[in-house]
């Protein structure tokens, strides 16, 4: 069988050899690369400096929200998408993963749990998943874990269970049904093809291949939030945790669960939804009926956007500064009403926060929409 290079793998090869490259510039040469790259951000619709943001003052946007809870909300942060490697291959993401803890930890008052939003591993492998548990020990705040992909298809789930528990499961809060669900299912691609668990995972990894399935809940997964659902009356607050999107935004990508609209109707009956999933690695807000969706930031890489299926509601952010190895990336918190629906912050590390609050989806986009950044997305 053909070695199957993943788009992730090749973003890093070519990346890494960018920055090669660059360490052998004189001044001269540099300077001729930063005009180009100016004249190419120029060409594109680049109207402002790359580097027009501000720093985050986290603790300071954390007093602020605490401050506005008077209405017997809460709070809660999330960390997501590490794509951790062992220490010798690949040291960068762990210590992007290490400042999203060190922001958590910073938090002043600390939120009430911090949420892991899945794909610690970057191959699923027993260093990758061990060394992101060692960091994330330090996390101070109550840590509820949720699996990706990127987790799961080497030893199909074995170490990730040994380490983090159930993958499924659910928990009250302060009046607000929690829900964590295993979104990232597949159907069996390699059992016929005779692949190796890592030809296996290396594919799952691939995201843009026609071998593997599509993601999907699964009837018995569905049949468990069935009956967990069953208990709770109409108005009781529903927020579900997804690594992929309960929706189809993308199949070429696997930014799509296959089976999304059944779990949707398991839903709604509720008077208010909120679905928080990984990923997709960007802002992404959408509205499907009673169900509100926003996507989690990375601490590794950003994603481009999908070229079609985008939700309407989503306010894009630009593109991120492929120069700057922190940029489109972070972490963030959410602030959770009692009637269950949010509002989301998504913390940047080199730009100003953005919120997508609830009453910018439930008006349909009429109010308070986020601010457009300037310049153009991707």
Do not use: C
Request: no cysteine.
């Amino acid at each position: 069988m053909p070695h199957i290079k993943s788009v992730e793998t090749r973003f890093v090869e070519q990346r890494q050899a960018l920055f090669d490259d660059l360490r052998h510039l004189d001044r001269r040469q540099f300077m001729k690369v930063s005009l180009g790259a100016a004249g190419a951000a120029a060409a594109a619709g680049v109207t402002h400096p790359f580097h027009s943001f501000l720093p985050v003052d986290i603790s300071g946007i954390g007093r602020a929200q605490a401050a506005e809870s008077a209405d017997g909300g809460f709070r809660f942060a999330y960390i997501s998408d590490s794509h951790l490697y062992a220490r010798n291959i690949n040291d960068r993401f762990l210590r992007q993963l290490l400042r999203a803890v060190d922001d958590i930890n910073a938090l002043d008052p600390q939120p009430d749990f911090v949420l892991y939003g899945g794909d610690l591993a970057q191959l699923g492998q027993k260093e990758e998943l061990e060394i992101g548990a060692q960091i994330l020990k330090e996390v101070k705040a109550p840590l509820r874990m949720m699996v990706g992909e990127h987790d799961w298809y080497l030893d199909m789930g074995e170490k990730w269970r040994e380490l983090f528990g159930r993958e499924t499961y659910s928990f009250d809060h302060k009046g607000v049904h929690f829900v964590v669900l295993m979104s990232v299912n597949e159907k069996d691609f390699w059992s016929a093809r005779g692949m190796t668990p890592m030809e296996r995972m290396s594919t799952v990894a691939g995201l843009d291949n026609a071998v593997q399935s599509p993601f999907e809940v699964g009837a018995p997964q569905r049949q468990w939030l069935k009956q967990d659902l069953a208990k709770l009356s109409r108005d009781t607050p529903v927020v579900v945790f997804s690594h992929s999107p309960l929706y189809k935004l993308y199949k070429t990508w696997n930014f799509w669960t296959d089976d999304a609209e059944d779990v949707q109707a398991l839903l709604q009956k509720f008077d208010h939804v909120t679905v928080l999933h990984g990923h997709t690695h960007q802002v992404l807000s959408n509205r499907i009926g009673n169900i509100h969706f926003h996507g989690m930031l990375s601490t590794a890489w950003p994603w481009p956007y999908a070229p079609e299926g985008m939700p309407p509601l989503t306010v894009q952010m630009n593109r991120p500064n492929p120069f700057d190895p922190n940029d489109g990336l972070g972490d963030g918190s959410v602030q959770v009403h009692p009637d269950g629906l949010v509002d989301k912050l998504y913390s940047f590390w080199n730009r100003n926060p953005m919120q997508v609050q609830a009453s910018y989806l439930a008006s349909g986009g009429r109010k308070d929409a986020p601010p457009r950044p300037l310049a153009a997305s991707y």
